[in-house]
C-alpha cells in the first residue's frame, strides 16, 4: 500500500510541474525553487505532515520534501537550541542529501566526460 | 553619391566576384541527416579528439578551410583577408582557427547570419578593389553552444517544441576576383528588427520578421520576384520561423512558392531526428550552402539563387535581463555562369 | 506589422505538445522514482535503521543513483519522456548539480567546478533557506 500511494503521490507532484512548465513562462530553475519554498510553506502551516502520512515517499522525494525538511529543522533546532536553531537547524537536517550531491558530483566529474546527444 | 546602390539599400557588384570553391564538415548527426552525403568530410567523434568542444570547433573551421583550400588550388598564403565569426564569445573558434594561418583577418559576429555577412563583405573587398581572394569561414558545435547558451549537456532540462538544433558544422568559401564557379551579383546587408520575441526557445520567430524585410527589400530594389529565381533559401529558420516567413511575406503581396526552403528544415529529418522546429547556428546556412547548394550550382543544377543568413542577435546575459531577441538578415544573390 | 499582432501570430504557428502526452510521462516516472525510494526506505528499515536515518539514507541513494545516470549520458534522455517527472524529484536536483560540474571541468577544478556546481542548485539551496530562516523567526 505503501508504494501504491508513493507512486500516485509522486506522480501528481510531477504532473502539477509539468503543467507549469507547459502551460506557464516558469523555467525549471524556477519551478525547482518554488517547490522547494511551497514545501517550507506547507510545512510551516501544518498541512506537509498529514501529506508525508499519506505519500510517504511520494511527498518526500520530490523537491517539496526538501522544504519541508528545511522547516522541520528548523523546527527542531528552535527546541534544541533555541534562537541559534533558526540558523541552524535547516541545513543541518538537509545535510545529508545536499552532502551527498556535492561529492558524489565531484567523484562523477572525475570519472564521466559530458556527451553529444 | 554611392554609385553601386540600388534602391533603399542593395548592392549591385560592378565586377561580380567569384566563389571558386567551398567545402563543409560536419558532425555525425548531420551525416546521418538527408544531405549527409554532401558534406566534404565528417567526424564521429564530438570532441574531433580534442579536450574540449570549443576546440574541437576550431577544428571543424580548420578541417573546412583545409578542404575548400584544396579545391581552389590555394594555400592559406594566397588569400588576402579572411573574415571569419562563430557563436561563441569573443569568436574564440575563429580566432584560434586561424592564429596560425598569418592571414589577414576580420572576426565577425552575426550570429547565425555570419557565413551570409562573410561572403557580403568578402565580395565588397574585392569589387571594392581591396583583395583579389577572401574566404568566408563560420562554424557552430551543438555542444559548445548548449553550454554557453542553454544548459549543461547532460542536465535533464525542457526542451520545447519551438526550439532548435545547433548544427556541428563548419563552412568554408573562397572567393575570387576572376575564375571559374558561382558568381555573386548583388547584396542586401540586413537592419536589425525585434518584434519583441521573449521567447530564447522560439528564435525562428525572432528572425523571420527580419528575413521578411530583407526579402521585401531586395526585391523592390531589384524589381524581381520569387518566380525569378530557381532557389531561394533562408539560413536557419526552422519549421516554425519558415512558416512565419511566408505568411509575412504574403502581407506585402509577395508569395514564396515551392522555389523556397530553409536550411534549418533540409539539413536534418525531422520525423527521424528529434530535433525539433529544425537546425540552428552559424553552422547550418554554412554547411548546406559550402557542402550542397554551391558544389550543386557548379554542377548547375540551379542556375539562380538567393540565399539569406539570418541571425537572432542575443546573449544569455540580454535574455536575463528580460530582453526581447532581435533578428537579422542578410541576402546575397547567386548565379552559376 | 504591430509585434503585439506578430506574437499572436507565431503563437498560432507554434507547434504545441498534447498536455496530457507530457504529463502521462511526467506521472509515470516521477511516480516510479518515489516508488524505488519508498522502495529503498524499507530496505533501510528492514536493515534495522532508524526511520530518520533511513529516510536520509534514501534521499543520498537516490542522489547517488542520479548522479551516476547523469554520468553515463542516461538521465538526460530519460527527462525529454519524463519533463517534470525527473525535475521536481530529489534526482533532478542532483543532476542540477552534477551536469555543471562534468561540463566545466575543462576550465579547471577550482575556477570551472567551483562556482558552477550551485549554478541551478544554487537557487534552490538560498531561497529553501532563507524561506525556512523566516518560518523560523515567525515561528
Known amino acids: 500500500m505503501n508504494y501504491v500511494s508513493s507512486f500516485f503521490v509522486g506522480g501528481l507532484f510531477c504532473v502539477v510541474g509539468q503543467i507549469l512548465i507547459e502551460r506557464t513562462r516558469l523555467t525549471p530553475a524556477r519551478i525547482l525553487v518554488g517547490y522547494v519554498v511551497v514545501g517550507v510553506f506547507l510545512s510551516a502551516v501544518g498541512a506537509y505532515e498529514p501529506l508525508l502520512k499519506f505519500g510517504h515517499s511520494g511527498a518526500s522525494v520530490p523537491l517539496t520534501g526538501f522544504g519541508h525538511l528545511l522547516a522541520e529543522g528548523v523546527r527542531k533546532g528552535i527546541a534544541e537550541k533555541g534562537f541559534l536553531g533558526i540558523l541552524t537547524g535547516g541545513l543541518t537536517s538537509t545535510a545529508a542529501g545536499i552532502t551527498a550531491a556535492i561529492v558524489f558530483s565531484l567523484l562523477a566529474s572525475l570519472i564521466f566526460k559530458p556527451k553529444m546527444k | ?310 541571425g537572432a542577435l542575443m546573449s544569455p546575459t540580454s535574455i536575463m535581463q528580460g530582453e526581447s531577441v532581435p533578428g537579422i538578415a542578410h541576402l546575397v544573390e547567386l548565379s552559376a555562369q | 506589422m504591430r509585434s503585439e499582432d506578430y506574437q499572436q501570430l507565431v503563437w498560432k504557428h507554434t507547434p504545441k505538445k498534447p498536455l496530457w502526452k507530457g504529463c502521462l510521462g511526467a506521472f509515470l516516472i516521477g511516480g516510479t522514482i518515489c516508488l524505488l525510494g519508498e522502495v529503498f526506505q524499507e530496505i533501510y528499515l528492514a536493515l534495522g535503521l532508524e526511520e530518520t536515518v533511513a529516510s536520509a539514507m534514501e534521499s543520498v541513494t537516490l542522489v547517488f543513483c542520479s548522479i551516476l545516470l547523469t554520468g553515463f549520458g542516461v538521465y538526460d534522455n530519460l527527462s525529454r519522456v519524463a519533463g517534470a517527472g525527473t525535475l521536481v524529484p530529489i534526482t533532478g536536483f542532483a543532476n542540477a548539480m552534477s551536469s555543471p560540474v562534468m561540463e566545466f571541468r575543462v576550465e579547471g577544478m577550482v575556477l570551472g567546478i567551483g562556482p558552477k556546481i550551485f549554478s541551478v542548485a544554487g537557487s534552490v539551496i538560498a531561497y529553501g533557506v532563507a524561506a525556512s530562516t523566516l518560518y523560523g523567526l515567525i515561528y
Open chain 2, 1 to 310: 553619391m554611392s554609385r553601386k546602390k540600388l534602391g533603399s539599400g542593395t548592392l549591385q557588384l560592378k565586377t561580380p566576384p567569384v566563389i571558386l570553391s567551398s567545402a563543409a564538415m560536419v558532425g555525425k548527426k548531420e551525416k546521418q541527416g538527408p544531405l549527409g552525403e554532401y558534406f566534404d568530410h565528417w567526424q564521429d567523434d564530438e570532441y574531433c579528439g580534442e579536450s574540449s568542444f570549443e576546440k574541437a570547433e576550431s577544428f571543424l573551421q580548420k578541417e573546412a578551410m583545409k578542404y575548400a583550400f584544396q579545391k581552389a588550388k590555394i594555400s592559406e598564403k594566397d588569400l588576402d583577408l579572411v573574415f571569419a565569426g562563430d557563436l561563441l564569445n569573443q569568436c574564440i573558434s575563429s580566432n584560434y582557427s586561424l592564429r596560425d594561418s598569418g592571414v589577414q583577418f576580420f572576426g565577425l559576429y552575426g550570429a547565425c547570419s555570419t557565413m551570409v555577412e562573410g561572403l557580403i563583405l568578402s565580395s565588397m573587398a574585392i569589387d571594392g578593389g581591396f583583395a583579389d581572394r577572401c574566404a568566408a569561414v563560420t562554424s557552430s558545435h551543438f555542444c559548445s553552444s548548449e553550454r554557453q547558451y542553454r544548459f549543461p549537456l547532460e542536465y535533464g532540462g525542457f526542451r520545447p517544441q519551438s526550439a532548435q538544433w545547433t548544427v556541428t558544422g563548419a563552412g568554408c568559401a573562397v572567393v575570387a576576383s576572376e575564375g571559374n564557379g558561382v558568381k555573386i551579383n548583388r547584396l542586401c546587408p540586413g537592419a536589425i528588427i525585434d518584434m519583441k520575441i521573449t521567447d530564447m526557445a522560439n528564435m525562428g520567430a525572432a528572425m523571420a520578421p527580419a528575413a521578411a524585410l530583407t526579402l521585401k527589400r531586395f526585391f523592390d530594389d531589384t524589381a524581381t520576384g520569387p518566380d525569378d529565381y530557381d532557389l531561394i533559401l533562408s539560413g536557419d529558420l526552422g519549421k516554425i520561423g519558415a512558416t512565419l516567413l511566408v505568411e509575412l511575406l504574403k502581407t506585402d503581396h509577395i508569395y514564396l512558392g515551392e522555389n523556397y526552403n530553409d536550411c534549418g528544415c533540409m539539413i536534418f529529418d525531422p520525423k527521424r531526428q528529434d530535433v525539433h522546429s529544425g537546425g540552428s547556428g552559424c553552422g547550418c546556412v554554412a554547411s548546406v550552402l559550402c557542402g550542397y547548394i554551391l558544389p550543386q550550382m557548379m554542377k548547375k543544377t540551379w542556375k539562380k539563387v538567393l540565399v539569406m543568413g539570418t
